[in-house]
């Protein structure tokens, strides 16, 4: 029954009036998002570039200045090195990783659209390694959407899902949206067309 309310919320979000999805992203600047050290931050042509060298040790992340609780959330990302994440609901924190909370995982590897907890269970969903080999274009454009309502969680990858957890009374509520350069590694991703739909 809460695979089926998960999926109307995501076909409703299909029809929403574009007025109801919110821009996170003005396409020129990083108005609206402050840097946590480590790596570097940029707009390049009209898209979020995150890059950092495998001498730098620290997450460098780039985090919304607002906070969310229940919501449809996507965006457009391409990784051209290195393992990277989309943060929701994270909670920003004064230690080595700097956050702690859900990342929807944004690589190039059969793990993409995983969840993983940082500062808490670490791998806690990990998608089919074949669905992932059909629907994504590693080094391409690919399209993410995170849906989180209460409990339940489900990442999609190009209109597809591949990751649900339902009924996860451990999961955070509300917090911030962020994007990973994870530390100790060469890093280039890129992200574009970030928009987020309010759920009651």
């Known amino acids: 029954m809460r695979t089926l309310f998960i999926y109307l919320i ?20 990083l108005t609206g998002w402050h840097t946590l050290p480590g790596g570097k931050w ?4 009209g898209v979020i570039t995150g890059t950092s060298e495998k001498k730098e040790k620290r997450h460098g992340l780039l985090v919304s200045d607002k906070t969310y609780k229940n919501f449809i959330l996507r965006a457009k990302f391409k990784v051209t090195k290195g393992d990277s994440g989309l943060y929701f609901r994270a909670l920003e924190t004064k230690t080595k990783v700097a956050i702690r909370g859900f990342q929807a995982e944004v690589d190039k590897s059969p793990q993409v659209g995983g969840l993983y907890e ?13 669905l ?3 629907i994504v274009k590693h080094g391409d454009w690919n399209q993410i959407t995170v849906t989180a309502n209460g409990d339940d969680i489900t990442v999609s990858l190009n209109g597809v899902t591949v990751t649900e ?11 911030h949206i962020a994007l ?4 100790g590694q060469d890093m280039h991703v890129q992200f574009k067309d970030i928009a987020i739909l309010a759920l009651k």
């Not at 940029?42 to 042509?45: A, F, H, R, S």
């Open 42 to 45: 940029e707009v390049v042509d």
């Open 180 to 183: 990973q350069l994870h530390g």
């Open 165 to 175: 957890l339902l009924g996860d009374t451990k999961c955070q509520k509300k917090g």
């Open 132 to 134: 992932i080999a059909k």
């Open 10 to 29: 995501f076909a409703s979000s299909l029809i929403a009036e574009p007025s109801q999805w919110v821009p996170l992203f003005n396409g020129k600047d």
């Open 118 to 130: 940082t500062a808490g269970r670490a791998w806690v969903k990990s998608p089919d390694p074949k």
